[in-house]
């Protein structure tokens, strides 16, 4: 008998609304942020599991309220409780050896009349199980050692995308159909490079190395706790040494020079055993290596954040020098801005031309941000001049004040920063937090009501504006929630408390329009004549129609 022809099994398909590829901390939070919204996803990572390696250290209080209105962040709080007092820099020899000079971080500053949250240090390998577990329970789709090897949008670069997907542990092949593809894949991003989409920016500045490594750190530690500790010794010099709370487990982060010849490949198990060593200042120590990362101290920004039905978010949008502790961070705030604006997509709510504004918003704040980050590393490094020094912003400012004068309703002349203190209701910045008491006597944040739709907050006495809302609603075919202060939340003053509506710039009967991210939309000083006619107004142009 000849030879049966050989059947082709097609790899199976399946349908979702978004693929987000990349599971680091930015693919995680965008696969939570956008569960929150109701949306469908599935998230592809080629890795087994997440990151080993702590990567960033440092959360901003602005992470952690997304994070609080998503319900993730108790746990990162708790999970952080031991990194309280790692607050000593200093400059040594080794661990056990000399210290040049030392100094102590001040006491967390009184944030309370800024923001609900906290600013907190906890390893990204931390934070990553608690967010991807979040992610889980809200129902996302979350397929490590899953593969993104090509996609395609057959329809057109606006139309729906089908990636090819294969299992690295079985190499099975499967087709995912997605309305939208997200690139969460870090600063290399295969995604990007196949859109053809060129980054700017100064480049690369140093080639580094993080040497993850067991060892016991407590005798040399001697009851300090670090925050940075860079070791200067005869074999290593602007190494950088961090450690976790357990003090079993620290990393290494040292500069490798490619013009000299010098090559990851380099450090192979022996000589890191030998570099951890010096860096802990016990020649014998026993110490185990778990892991080498190489990677690259730059300065990148991608010059489109989107390309038709295709979105660029986290490293794959902007490679920020680590210097303030920005990258992370802001990766978070790119996911946390474009869920919504999917979610409010897909329901038919507002225009595609909504999504046009995450790269406007987004890509201005990533610029100024690297711009910052670098003015940090001149100034550590002791090269920033007089004039640089002076334009260096304050972390909180960078990290809980940065505006979007693009975002529709704002002034185009609005400030790209502000003072987290100054903020006062202004379209196009961030909503100020106001303590409250919520409808069920627990106590929280004007912060809390935000996050799955649009907020009209006003008055106790805002009968009109509460039928103000529901025209506005009806008319424009979009949710829209009425939040009346001192009837559905009532506030926590105190005598040097300014009061909600003085901190967001109207009067007593004036009325605020929130998005769904927190930032504010738009405002009414008092009551209008056609308080329904300017909301209608100034919904539909919050959702480009």
Same mark, same amino acid.
């Not at 790119?334 to 038919?348: E, I, P, Y």
């Not at 939040?483 to 040097?496: I, K, Q, W, Y």
């Given at each position: 008998?000849?030879?049966?022809?050989?059947i082709?099994?097609?790899?199976?398909?399946?349908?979702?609304d978004?693929?987000?590829v990349?599971?680091?901390?930015?693919?995680?939070?965008?696969?939570?942020?956008?569960?929150?919204h109701?949306?469908?996803?599935?998230l592809?990572?080629?890795?087994?599991?997440?990151?080993?390696?702590?990567?960033?250290?440092?959360?901003?209080p602005?992470?952690l309220?997304?994070?609080?209105s998503?319900?993730?962040?108790?746990?990162?709080?708790?999970?952080?409780?031991?990194?309280?007092?790692?607050?000593?820099?200093?400059t040594?020899?080794?661990l &056990? +050896? %000399?210290?040049? $000079? @030392?100094?102590? !971080?001040?006491?967390?500053?009184?944030? *309370?009349?800024?923001?609900?949250?906290?600013?907190?240090?906890?390893?990204?390998d931390?934070?990553?199980?608690?967010v991807?577990?979040?992610?889980?329970?809200?129902?996302?789709?979350?397929?490590?050692g899953?593969?993104?090897?090509?996609f395609?949008?057959?329809?057109?670069?606006?139309g729906?995308?089908?990636?090819?997907?294969?299992?690295?542990?079985?190499? &099975? +092949? %499967?087709?995912i $159909? @997605?309305?939208? !593809?997200v690139?969460?894949?870090?600063? *290399?991003?295969?995604?990007?490079e196949t859109l053809?989409?060129?980054?700017?920016?100064r480049?690369?500045?140093?080639?580094?190395?993080?040497?993850?490594?067991?060892?016991?750190?407590?005798g040399?530690?001697?009851g300090?706790?670090?925050?940075?500790?860079?070791?200067?010794?005869?074999?290593?010099?602007?190494?950088?040494l961090?450690?976790?709370?357990?003090l079993?487990?620290g990393?290494?982060i040292?500069?490798y020079?490619?013009?000299?010849?010098?090559?990851?490949?380099?450090?192979?198990?022996?000589?890191?055993?030998?570099?951890?060593?010096s860096?802990?200042g016990?020649?014998?120590a026993?110490?185990e290596i778990?892991?080498v990362?190489?990677?690259?101290?730059?300065?990148l920004?991608?010059?489109?954040?989107r390309d038709?039905?295709?979105?660029?978010?986290g490293?794959?949008a902007?490679?920020?020098?680590?210097i303030?502790?920005?990258g992370?961070?802001?990766?978070?705030h790119?996911?946390?801005?474009?869920?919504?604006?999917?979610?409010?997509?897909?329901?038919?709510e507002?225009?595609?031309?909504?999504?046009?504004?995450y790269?406007?918003?987004?890509?201005?704040?990533?610029?100024?941000?690297?711009?910052q980050?670098?003015?940090?590393?001149l100034?550590?490094?002791?090269r920033?001049?007089?004039?640089?020094?002076?334009?260096?912003?304050?972390?909180?400012?960078?990290?809980?004040?940065?505006?979007?004068?693009?975002?529709?309703?704002?002034?185009p002349?609005?400030?790209?920063f502000?003072?987290?203190?100054?903020?006062?209701?202004?379209p196009?910045?961030?909503?100020?937090?106001?303590?409250v008491?919520?409808?069920?006597?627990?106590?929280?944040?004007?912060?809390?009501v935000?996050?799955?739709?649009?907020?009209l907050?006003?008055?106790?006495?805002?009968?009109a504006?509460?039928r103000?809302?529901?025209?506005?609603?009806?008319?424009?075919g979009?949710?829209?929630?009425v939040?009346?202060?001192?009837?559905?939340?009532?506030?926590?003053?105190?005598?040097?408390r300014?009061?909600?509506?003085?901190?967001?710039?109207?009067?007593?009967?004036?009325?605020?329009?929130?998005?769904?991210?927190?930032?504010?939309?738009?405002?009414?000083a008092?009551?209008?004549?056609d308080g329904?006619?300017?909301?209608?107004?100034?919904?539909?142009?919050?959702?480009?129609?």
């Open positions: 008998m000849g030879k049966e022809p050989e082709i099994q097609e790899p199976s398909e399946e349908s979702t978004v693929l987000i990349g599971g680091g901390i930015t693919g995680l939070s965008c696969a939570l942020f956008l569960r929150h109701g949306v469908r996803c599935v592809v990572e080629r890795h087994a599991s997440t990151s080993i390696h702590p990567r960033a250290w440092g959360w901003y602005r992470t309220e997304l994070l609080r998503v319900g993730a962040e108790e746990q990162i709080l708790a999970a952080a409780a031991g990194y309280a007092d790692h607050r000593r820099q200093a040594v020899e080794s &056990a +050896g %000399r210290e040049v $000079r @030392a100094a102590m !971080l001040p006491e967390p500053g009184d944030l *309370r009349d800024l923001t609900p949250s906290r600013q907190i240090s906890l390893g990204q931390r934070v990553e199980p608690i991807r577990a979040a992610a889980s329970r809200a129902g996302a789709e979350l397929r490590f899953a593969e993104l090897t090509s395609e949008r057959p329809e057109g670069p606006d729906p995308v089908v990636g090819q997907v294969k299992d690295r542990a079985t190499g &099975a +092949g %499967r087709r $159909r @997605a309305r939208w !593809l690139a969460a894949d870090g600063g *290399r991003s295969p995604v990007r053809g989409i060129a980054r700017a920016g480049g690369t500045l140093q080639h580094q190395v993080s040497i993850l490594f067991r060892a016991d750190l407590e040399p530690l001697d300090r706790r670090f925050s940075i500790c860079q070791i200067e010794n005869d074999e290593l010099s602007g190494a950088v961090g450690h976790d709370d357990t079993r487990r990393t290494l040292l500069r020079k490619p013009e000299e010849g010098e090559q990851p490949e380099d450090f192979d198990t022996d000589r890191c055993v030998r570099l951890v060593r860096a802990l016990v020649p014998d026993e110490v778990i892991g990362l190489p990677w690259e101290l730059a300065a920004t991608a010059e489109r954040y038709g039905s295709a979105f660029l978010i490293d794959a902007h490679v920020i020098p680590p303030g502790g920005y992370a961070n802001t990766g978070i790119d996911a946390h801005n474009l869920a919504w604006k999917l979610a409010t997509v897909l329901r038919g507002a225009d595609e031309a909504l999504l046009d504004t790269e406007a918003e987004r890509r201005p704040v990533a610029l100024a941000t690297v711009e980050a670098q003015l940090r590393l100034t550590r490094s002791g920033a001049d007089e004039q640089q020094r002076a334009a260096t912003l304050d972390v909180l400012t960078v990290m809980l004040g940065h505006a979007y004068p693009a975002a529709p309703g704002a002034d002349q609005l400030p790209g502000r003072e987290p203190g100054e903020l006062s209701g202004e196009g910045t961030r909503a100020p937090h106001v303590p008491r919520m409808g069920d006597g627990v106590e929280g944040s004007l912060l809390d935000y996050g799955t739709e649009p907020v907050l006003c008055g106790a006495a805002g009968a504006w509460r103000a809302g529901e025209e506005a609603a009806e008319s424009a979009a949710r829209l929630r939040c009346a202060v001192g009837s559905d939340v009532s506030e926590l003053g105190t005598p040097s300014a009061g909600w509506h003085t901190r967001y710039g109207v009067g007593a009967d004036g009325a605020v329009l929130v998005r769904p991210d927190g930032f504010v939309a738009w405002r009414s008092d009551a209008p004549a329904a006619g300017e909301l209608t107004a100034a919904l539909l142009r919050m959702l480009a129609r």
